[in-house]
């Protein structure tokens, strides 16, 4: 791939490329969409007021990508399902889907000037609607490498798009994964020390910025999970025994474990400590990803049980 031909082309005119949505057509209006160019997914509600602010920005801002780039709105008071998953706490809450995942995103009111900035990356990465951009390409190769363990690999690809692509905020977040999964925390918390303050709410850098604060916490602790485990051994209650080998668990790569031991400690004591294993259940999921198979089944599993 040559990465010095990195080209955007806006896609054709022709319908309108903002929509209304539901949790009914999110499937086929988002993520089928998001095969052939970016879909921005913006969450609002009537009684939103930065959402009446933001709604008509954004709507002139896609228009003006003459199709490179989809809107799809939905109302979360009528269609509160796709909201829960992808964890909206507030809003407006906004996601853009490319090839059927997420890649960016913001939440609450953002300038226009900095609106528009959003949209074009979106556009540019779309590319040709019949083909991704050889950015897209290499940030596809790269997360194939880091889920095949090879964090060499996925940093060498990163680190280029990022000479092309200085702001591209999934190569800094997979930049940071990288220096996660190799142990070299310092490189990650040095990459994360120079993310521009256009980008510090961007979905994938919060998602790093999580998963750099666990490796941290799971680094103190994973010298004693024989310690925590024999102490659950014998109080099955040890909250705090159990809460830190969680967390030790996860930094080791023993995800479904981890999430599991949280669970337990929100069935027996929800409130426990200002709700410290919610809390940090909802950091596992940001890590993680809000479309991780994990990440779904989990917080299925924790609505279950704080709804029940």
Known sequence: MDMDTIIGAPGPGGADPVKDGSDASFAADVLDASREVPVIVDFWAPWCGPCKQLGPMLERAVRAERGAVKLVKIDTDKNPRFAAQLGVQS??????????RPVDGFVGAVPESSLKQFVKRLA?????????????EALAMAKEALAAGDSAAAANIY???????????????GLVKAAIERRDLARARQVLAKVPA?????AEIAAARAALELAEAGEKASGAIHEYEHRLAVDPNDHAARFDLASAL??????????????TLVKKDRAWN???????????????G???????????????????
């Open 124 to 136: 540019q990465l779309g590319g040709e609607v019949q083909g991704a951009s050889p950015i897209a």
């Open 91 to 100: 809003i407006p809450a906004v996601y853009a889907f490319f090839q059927g």
């Open 159 to 173: 680190t280029q798009i990022l000479q092309h692509d200085p702001e591209n905020a999934e190569a800094i977040a």
């Open 290 to 308: 809000p479309t991780d198979p994990l990440t779904v089944a989990s917080r299925r599993r924790l609505s279950s049980i704080l709804f029940s």
């Open 198 to 202: 256009s980008l510090q709410n961007h």
């Open 250 to 263: 996860f930094s080791a790569g023993k995800r479904e474990e981890a999430i599991e031991h949280l669970l």
């Open 274 to 288: 200002e709700e410290a294993a919610r809390k940090q259940l909802v950091k596992f999921f940001e890590a993680m």
